[in-house]
């Protein structure tokens, strides 16, 4: 299986889905029932995010934007212009096309495992900026980096914005970033451009991920559908609940559905009970100190960081090279 992998897929696209469902299943059947957040993003997934971005109650992306704008010829001054931009988890590809004018990139290569949803997006963006050569790659990067031969090597900038890399424990973010600065140098003078939500009081966390409309409980609700289409497992989202809350000791947003009664999930080879009131752990989404994001970039081997933050310190854009 391996070498047949290896043959059809020079480099790691999207996953088998024997793999997906043996990772599915382990999730399910573990003591504290958990799914990776990834699965949240089919076609409505990755919608209801957009939505998501647009709530008063979710600050990042906005203020991530802010950022952006406000330090635009800095942050591409550090960066300097016509880099190979790698957009990790491009989705709607909005954020890295604000950064084309300044950025001028040689090559755009946004990354999605939400594939379908991918297609479309850059269909649109090489009508608006036809001069910028682009390639997309639908893939689950997090289990590797190794991009098609057609991508260049030279000068790669690793477009991580977002906060996604918050969605890692420490030590994968660690070994993320490590695999990073590895594929960089390979290749000239690579670097990073992350985007890090930051610290901050619990009140404004906790409405960011349990918003008054209910978008976010819908997302996360969604999963269960996805699942059901991938596993094959008989979820009803009617009879779980969103959970979202700040775990300020863990330093980390966590998202959970919790059964609103006694239930059995059955899938094709197995079935997993579930009390009331027991969760199914589904994202953790780690916030940031400065210095936790110094030291995880120094640890990972990446040098001349350079950072930058709205006034309120919210939330944090890094630039860094190997
Ligand atoms: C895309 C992973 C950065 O953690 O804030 C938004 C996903 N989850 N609301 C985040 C998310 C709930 C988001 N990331």
């Known amino acids: 299986a391996q070498l047949a992998r290896l043959i059809r897929r020079p480099w790691q696209q999207t996953p088998e889905d024997w793999e997906i469902r043996a990772e599915l299943e382990a999730g399910l059947m573990a003591q504290d029932a958990a799914i990776s957040p990834k699965y949240f993003y089919d076609p409505l997934g990755s919608k209801l995010f957009e939505a998501i971005c647009e709530l008063p109650e979710y600050y990042p ?19 300097g212009t016509g880099v190979t931009l790698v957009d990790l988890g491009a989705g709607n590809c909005a954020k890295a096309a604000r950064l084309f004018p300044t950025l ?14 991918l297609r479309e997006a850059v269909a649109g963006l090489r009508q608006q900026f036809p001069d910028i050569p682009m390639h997309e790659v639908a893939m689950d990067f997090s289990a590797g980096l190794e991009l098609p031969a057609t991508v260049s090597r030279d000068r790669r900038l690793f477009f991580y914005p977002g906060s996604s890399l918050g969605n890692f ?15 960089l140098q390979i290749g000239e003078a690579g670097g990073v451009l992350l985007g890090l939500d930051l610290v901050k009081d619990a009140d404004v966390l906790d409405a960011a991920y349990d918003d008054e409309l209910g978008v976010t409980a819908a997302f996360n609700l969604n999963l269960l559908n996805h699942v059901n289409r991938l596993l094959g497992t008989d979820f009803n989202a009617r009879d779980w609940q969103h959970v979202g809350f700040y775990n300020a000791p863990r330093q980390r947003v966590e998202m959970h559905l919790e059964a609103r009664h006694d239930l059995i999930v059955h899938w094709d080879g197995g079935h997993r009970a579930f009390l009331r009131g027991e969760r199914i752990h589904t994202e953790n989404s780690h916030k940031f100190r400065q210095q ?3 030291d995880l970039l120094e640890q990972a081997g990446f040098g001349e960081v350079r950072m930058w933050c709205d006034a309120q310190r919210w939330f944090a854009v890094c630039h860094a090279r190997v």
């Open 61 to 79: 992306t906005r203020t991530e934007a802010a950022i952006f704008e406000q330090h635009a010829d800095d942050i591409a001054a550090a960066i």
């Open 104 to 117: 001028k990139p040689r090559q755009y290569v946004p990354i999605d495992i939400s594939a379908e949803f």
């Open 169 to 183: 424990d420490a030590q994968q973010a660690l070994a993320f970033l490590r695999r990073m600065r590895h594929a």
């Open 292 to 294: 936790d994001i110094h």
